[in-house]
């Protein structure tokens, strides 16, 4: 049976895909307000931070990147570390956080093209029927190919970022609402002076802003050279879009001028996003649909790379037969994993259908997007301690303390704080309502599921289980 199509990627190919991942249009605009509200106008400080945690994370992955080129990401590397059972349970909570992108994704733009339509063309039609429109061209895509798939996000995500550039530099060039200053890189400038824990939980949803910069390394089989280009990969998405990130903080300040910031966290608070009156000011009141549509572009584009990576993780798994074996397989025309693509989107389809309706799709979006800012962050962490066992016990002579210690020793330091933060926001102490009090009952009790699933791989399917993660053993 063959696998994933060798070589369908260049080094632009795998940049682009793991950009469109992390939305950049679609962070910028939802996430500055959340940032804002906790950090005031030090908001670019936060984002610096998170940046820098990033990189470093980033660095890490690249390590592992170089020796094991797998759709397995997370998951095998963690295999490779500390053995099959550990790798397991990483590959559980990465399955979760990336199986819940989509549904995410989904309950999101199904609701932005219900109000553009009843805005801009004054046609009422439901929000799932555009999700489950959106549902069947992402599945086209991505069936069709990675290359298919590549060619749309980097077309979209050169859209996004002409757009909001432009933008930015208008505002900018206008000198905003109290002319140019740095206030957004002085921690001072928090809402209480040197606030940490507000600087703190901001840089939380600063560093869920590039959650997805990862993905890049579940395309490493289909990468041209994976152990030279993935790392590069991972560097230059972080670098490009964390400047763009640092650039939308300096724009948002700047916009709404440093002395207004305890008005503007006031209509935040009333459900008013910052950016609104910034772009209508910037290029006038009917500006408001060329945001939207940049928006539906943005998150079109990171659905459709959140989509590919989340089944290839889906792949890997089936094709160690952890899960249903049938995902491991491959289209031979394309080489593309259809069945695992066919099975997932029809999941997160009903999943987002549920949750929308139940509650509403917005809530449905914040909801999952928690679920995904957990997992994901608790793998970043696995990933970094999993790097300094990985090195010193498979590659002695080249594991350096500063390289493989150190290094993803301040990486997790770094994430404390957001952790902790995405943790607080969903307890009732934390401010979090139904339905987010609920997050934690589900992450805590897909891991249960997980350790008792591990528990029956291992005592009823001993040979599958010894055999995870050895599909690059050589």
């Not at 940049?15 to 906790?38: C, D, E, I, K, R």
């Not at 069947?136 to 990675?146: E, I, N, P, Q």
């Not at 209508?280 to 659905?303: H, Q, R, T």
């Not at 891991?447 to 995870?468: D, E, R």
Request: net charge positive.
């Amino acid at each position: 049976m063959s696998g994933l199509k060798k070589g369908a990627l260049t080094l632009g190919g795998a940049v682009a895909m793991t950009a469109a991942f992390m939305g950049p249009a679609t962070a910028s605009y939802f996430n500055a307000s959340l940032a804002v509200q906790n950090s005031g106008n030090a908001i670019g400080f936060a984002f610096l931070l998170a940046m820098v945690a990033v990189l470093f994370l980033a660095y890490t992955i690249s390590q592992f990147a170089k020796k094991i080129p797998s759709a397995g990401f997370a998951y095998t590397f963690s295999v490779r570390a500390f053995g099959p059972r550990a790798g397991f349970l990483t590959g559980w909570l990465l399955l979760l956080g990336y199986a819940l992108v989509t549904p995410q994704m989904l309950s999101a733009m199904g609701y932005f093209f219900h109000e553009f339509f009843v805005t801009y063309l004054h046609v009422n039609i439901s929000w799932g029927i555009f999700s489950v429109a959106t549902a069947a061209v992402v599945l086209f895509l991505a069936c069709r190919g990675v290359s298919t798939s590549i060619r749309v996000a980097l077309i979209m995500l050169i859209i996004e970022l002409v757009v909001m550039l432009a933008i930015f530099l208008t505002i900018l060039f206008q000198g905003g609402a109290e002319g140019l200053s740095v206030a957004a890189f002085n921690p001072a400038n928090s809402l209480k002076p040197y606030d940490w824990n507000g600087i703190g939980t901001a840089m939380m949803w600063s560093i869920l802003m590039f959650v997805g910069f990862e993905s890049a390394a579940t395309l490493g089989e289909e990468t041209k050279e994976p152990k030279r280009n993935i790392p590069r990969a991972l560097v230059l998405a972080v670098v490009g879009i964390g400047l763009f990130f640092l650039l939308a903080a300096f724009s948002v300040v700047i916009g709404y001028g440093p002395g207004n910031v305890s008005k503007v966290v006031d209509s935040i608070h009333q459900g008013t996003n910052v950016w609104d009156a910034i772009f209508s000011k910037a290029w006038g009141p009917k500006s408001s649909i060329i945001i939207m549509l940049v928006i539906l572009n943005s998150m079109f584009a990171n659905l459709l790379a959140g989509f590919n990576a989340a089944v290839r993780v889906i792949y890997a798994m089936g094709r160690e037969k952890v899960i249903f074996s049938v995902l491991g397989e491959v289209n031979e025309k394309r080489q593309v994993p259809v069945k695992a693509a066919i099975y997932y989107m029809v999941v997160s389809l009903i999943l987002t259908l549920l949750l929308g309706y139940g509650w509403d799709p917005m809530t449905a979006y914040g909801w999952t997007g928690t679920i995904v800012g957990i997992m994901i962050v608790l793998v970043y962490v696995v990933i970094n301690f999993s790097l300094i066992r990985f090195y010193k016990k498979q590659y002695p002579a080249e594991f350096s303390v500063f390289k493989h210690v150190i290094v993803p020793l301040i990486a997790v330091a770094l994430l404390y704080l957001p952790l902790k933060g995405v943790i607080m926001s969903t307890l009732p102490s934390g401010g979090g309502v139904a339905p987010m009090t609920y997050v934690l009952w589900v992450a805590l009790g897909w891991i249960v599921f997980g350790v008792a699933y591990m528990f029956y791989l291992n005592k009823n399917k001993s040979n599958t289980f010894s055999n995870i993660g050895k599909v690059f053993e050589s």
